[in-house]
RNA sequence: GGCCCGUUGGUCAAGCGGUUAAGACUCCGCCCUUUCACGGCGGCAACAGGGGUUCGAGUCCCCUACGGGUCACCA
């Protein structure tokens, strides 16, 4: 039988990250068997129901390369895929019909408020006051099933009400609509989030009314804040786009979230879907939370950055190399030097633009910058250095190994590190203590011109 | 509260009765080095507690503690 796995969110706002971990291991799974992965809106609530939501679920599993097979947008033998459209053909209620004549279900009429419902033995008819359809649950015995995570799960049907299918407006519940959905969609594996562990024996009770053959039930655990705070909406970084803004990758948000609470066999982190979807076991999936940890995602952000091509990273970083510029054009320099420099030294996209204020200007400093223990340079010799410095950049060829060359032949004459020059340069064409590339990498890039005005600034300041 | 589920370093986790209890991230040290990074090498650090079963238990069973989920005309 071909595998058909679905991911079935409401749409109720932003796509959170646990929802599309739900969603990559629904895909990756039906991709390791060669099955189908189908996207299903639940709409049913309509209170709930936000604007947009349901764009919002497109554009994110698509720009995550979780491509659907069936979906409302892409039809797909089973459609429609949206079940406030389903409902319209009569669908749920026709099932709920189909219960209520196996004497499985019933009509109840009973307030809302009722404390205990004594419907039980109302008649077949429909009655002709507000009625919800329930279905009848077996007094004794017990439920079983058993979750390819957890294992075999045991309930005494004494623990289950006796649950609405169908509400007094007309629409289904959530329960119902997903088990006739899941069945008449055919779907063959239900992969989710475990809080619906404890619902399940209520979804296989539906499946025995029916006399219809369950799925193979996956429920994963969910991924945390802390030890006991879910990972929400309420903690504001929860959604996948707050991740993007933060200048995390597609593919690295998408790597991270599938090792919280799934490992693969051997020793390597880093998969592409693709590989994901090759890698993919359900005996990985762990039973307990996963705390998600944003130092673990940004290294995995950074191996991905790192591992760029040069000219994919500079296309990724020039908008933020950008964002710090004051509103002019960005400077005349050498962009592939600067990439080159700040490329392993971006965790996150955002941790570029910080970095490179200084090729807009240099921003006042303290001159005790030029203190440096190592390099065995004070603002004093920082002063004879930068003069030193001076007559070296200010050649006809200004190439980098030129340039190498004469502050290595110079500081050999006198017995000093190359630091010893390029530090003090490194903080007279930055102002900084710390800068993406060396005092001749920042020189280079800056070219020659730019250069000598700054050095010949710093050391009137040094003066 | 009832029912269900879980508990290996700070975090993610491997482990399926016999291991010096992997690996990754973090942190620390060293090397590389014109700063900071990258990279390389090394290090710190764990089986929630108690009872069983067994020649032998992180692994199996029971209890306790702690944590989570669920008990809706929400999904």
């Not at 475990?194 to 039930?217: M, R």
């Amino acid at each position: 039988m071909k595998v058909r796995t679905r991911f079935a969110p409401s749409p109720t706002g932003f796509m959170h990250l646990g929802g599309l971990r739900t969603a990559l291991y629904a895909f990756i799974f039906a991709r390791k068997h060669g099955g189908n992965f189908i996207l299903r809106i639940e709409d049913t609530d309509r209170a709930r129901y936000v604007e947009g939501a349901t764009e919002v679920i497109y554009e994110t599993l698509r720009e995550c390369g979780l491509n659907w097979d069936e979906g409302s947008d892409k039809g797909g033998g089973y459609a429609p895929y949206i079940q406030s459209e389903r409902m319209k053909d009569g669908l749920y209620m026709k099932y709920a019909l189909e219960l209520i004549e196996k004497y499985e279900a019933y009509y109840c009429y009973c307030l809302p408020e009722a404390e205990t419902c004594d419907c039980k033995n109302s008649k077949i008819r429909k009655p002709d006051i507000p009625f919800v359809i329930r279905q009848r649950i077996p007094c004794g015995g017990t439920t079983a099933f058993k979750d390819e995570v957890y294992g075999e799960i045991k309930v005494d049907n004494s623990e289950i009400e006796d649950q609405i299918l169908i509400k007094s407006d007309g629409m289904p519940t959530y329960n119902f609509a997903n088990v006739i959905d899941d069945h008449t969609m055919n779907i063959t594996h239900v992969i989710r989030g475990n809080e619906f562990l404890s619902s399940t024996p209520k979804h296989v009770l539906l499946y025995k009314a029916f006399g219809w053959e369950p799925p193979v039930y996956i429920h994963a655990a969910p991924i945390m804040r802390d030890a006991s705070h879910k990972l929400s909406k309420r903690d504001g970084d929860a959604y996948f786009s707050d991740f993007k803004a933060k200048g995390y990758l597609t593919r690295a948000i998408v790597n991270y979230i599938a090792l919280l609470g799934w490992s693969p066999k051997g020793e390597n982190e880093i998969f592409s879907l693709e590989e994901l979807s090759s890698e993919f076991d359900i005996s990985g999936i762990s039973k307990s939370p996963a705390i998600f940890d944003e130092v673990k995602m940004r290294a995995i952000n950074a191996h991905y950055i790192r591992t760029l091509p040069l000219e994919e990273f500079k296309l990724l970083a020039m908008p933020y190399i950008c964002a710090s510029a004051p509103e002019s054009e960005p400077p005349a320099i050498d962009y592939d030097i600067l990439c080159a420099a700040l490329q392993p030294r971006t965790e996150v996209l955002t941790d570029i633009t910080p970095q490179v204020d200084f090729i807009f200007e240099v921003r006042d400093y303290q001159a005790d910058l030029y203190n440096n223990k190592k390099m065995k340079t004070s603002p004093e010799t920082a002063f004879s250095a930068l003069k030193d410095s001076l007559k070296i950049i200010n050649t006809d060829g200004f190439s980098r190994d030129e340039i190498y060359d004469a502050f290595k032949a110079l500081s050999e004459k006198n017995g000093v590190k190359i630091g010893y020059y390029l530090y003090p340069l490194q903080v007279a064409l930055t102002g900084k203590p710390a800068a993406p590339g060396g005092g001749l990498d920042i020189c280079v890039m800056l070219g020659k011109d730019e250069s000598l005005r700054r050095i010949e600034k710093a050391i009137v300041k040094l003066s």
